[in-house]
């Protein structure tokens, strides 16, 4: 560590606690709502292995792909902070949660329907308005858990929705492959609609304290240094997703011969890896800090993007990106974690709005920066910018002190 900083000391996590000591109603929703999770986020992926290709045989070229894959990134930009603020707002905050699940299926629908890749474009800033209520989602779940266990509660979230993302992926590849990719489509419309009807069994959680919004309220949330370090971090760490496994690499998979299975197996590899990592991302920290294990997970990811364009070998790419969705699930699991630490119970819907808009800028430039660099200098350029921006990453971790991030 540089002179000016101290050494990070390790941070008392609080224990995960047993399933069967939560209450009784706890444990029945809690179950529920990981199933409408399931069901949200497989009908958000089971398109996503193909789309990129999906978008070139509408006649997309490089830049027209990054636009469509961007356009997802779009509305999180825009609404995630306005989300994040009305439900901290809101007594009743199931309807949130609804209209979210209920845009994925809309916005499934329409792209099955599309005929060009700017109807594609259209259709995919739909399923962004879905996403955006991920920012509901995760602060909804906490609700289940204690006060103390919200790193927990996190981890689980994130297990639960990296489940759905790569069986998602990965059945969406066969699908594909089957019947066609426009039954990637009408399947991930069925899923959103069976996410809505179990969401309606789930009770409304109580809410002990609720504030009405204001603008001063969110400009001390939103200016909180820490929410920003670790927004910061947050697009650097999607830009190198976007980029890569979401983006190019289905496109770069293809020119060395995968087929539509393969790519959903290289999702899914992908998103399982990071799917279990994040149930150990809590002992991580804890044994070894925030900081190493902020680095550890960028330099998983960066140098897994750097040899890519080494890779000649369909099998081999599959090893490589296990190794990725390691790096990917590390930050993801970390960053949000510690994006709502620092504020209190009321706001941390606000704080994860804020954090998740920040983070969605990584997830918009990705793509788009990349498909022109792609169509200007090739692939290669792309994964060679996406492992120096992890490199960034790493080092911003190292250097900057981040001895009360995460401490509850």
């Known amino acids: ?11 008392q996590f609080p224990k995960r606690p047993a399933f069967s000591s939560l209450p009784p109603d706890n444990r029945k929703y809690l179950l529920l709502f990981c199933a409408t999770t399931f ?3 497989t009908a958000l992926y089971l398109y996503v ?11 997309a070229n490089l830049s027209m792909v990054g636009t469509v894959v961007a356009a997802y990134a779009i509305p999180q930009v825009l609404f995630r902070i306005p989300v994040g603020v009305l439900f901290d707002a809101l007594a009743k905050r199931k309807l949130l949660l609804a209209l979210g699940v209920l845009m994925t299926a809309v916005g499934a629908l329409g792209l099955g329907f599309a005929t060009s890749p700017w109807f594609l474009f259209l259709a995919r800033i739909v399923t962004g308005i879905g996403a955006t209520t991920w920012v509901t989602f995760t602060v909804f779940f906490t609700t289940f858990y204690p006060e103390e266990s919200t790193r927990q509660a996190i981890g689980l979230i994130n297990f639960v929705q990296g489940t759905a993302v790569l069986t998602a992926t990965f059945c969406g590849g066969i699908v594909a492959e089957v019947w066609g990719a426009g039954f990637t489509f009408w399947g991930a419309t069925g899923l959103g609609v069976v996410a809505l009807m179990v969401l309606l069994f789930i009770r409304e959680p109580a809410v002990a304290h609720v504030e009405s919004a204001s603008w001063r309220r969110f400009t001390l949330v939103a200016t909180c240094p820490q929410l920003l370090l670790v927004s910061f971090m947050g697009i650097l760490a999607q830009f190198a997703n976007w980029a890569g496994l979401f983006g190019f690499i289905p496109v770069y998979a293809v020119q060395i011969g995968a087929s539509e299975v393969d790519l959903g197996i290289i999702t899914m590899l992908t998103l399982a890896s990071g799917a279990v990592v994040s149930l150990a991302v809590a002992s991580i920290a804890r044994r070894w800090g925030n900081a190493f294990t902020i680095v550890l997970g960028a330099v998983l990811l960066g140098s897994t993007l750097l040899i890519v364009p080494l890779i000649h070998d369909v099998s081999a790419l599959e090893i490589v990106m296990v190794v990725n969705g390691l790096g990917r699930g590390i930050l993801g699991t970390i960053l949000m974690a510690l994006s709502i630490q620092a504020v209190a119970p009321q706001q941390r819907a606000t704080a994860m709005g804020v954090y998740q808009a920040i983070y969605a800028v990584g997830m918009l430039s990705g793509p788009l920066i990349s498909g022109h660099l792609a169509d200007s200098l090739g692939l290669t350029a792309v994964f060679y910018l996406s492992a120096a921006i992890c490199l960034l990453l790493a080092g911003i971790a190292y250097l900057v002190r981040l ?3 995460g401490q509850s």
């Open 1 to 11: 560590m540089p002179e000016n900083t101290q050494h990070e000391p390790r941070q």
């Open 49 to 59: 292995p193909i789309l990129p290709v999906y978008a070139r045989s509408l006649g």
């Open 39 to 41: 069901f949200f986020w």
């Open 403 to 405: 001895t009360r991030l």
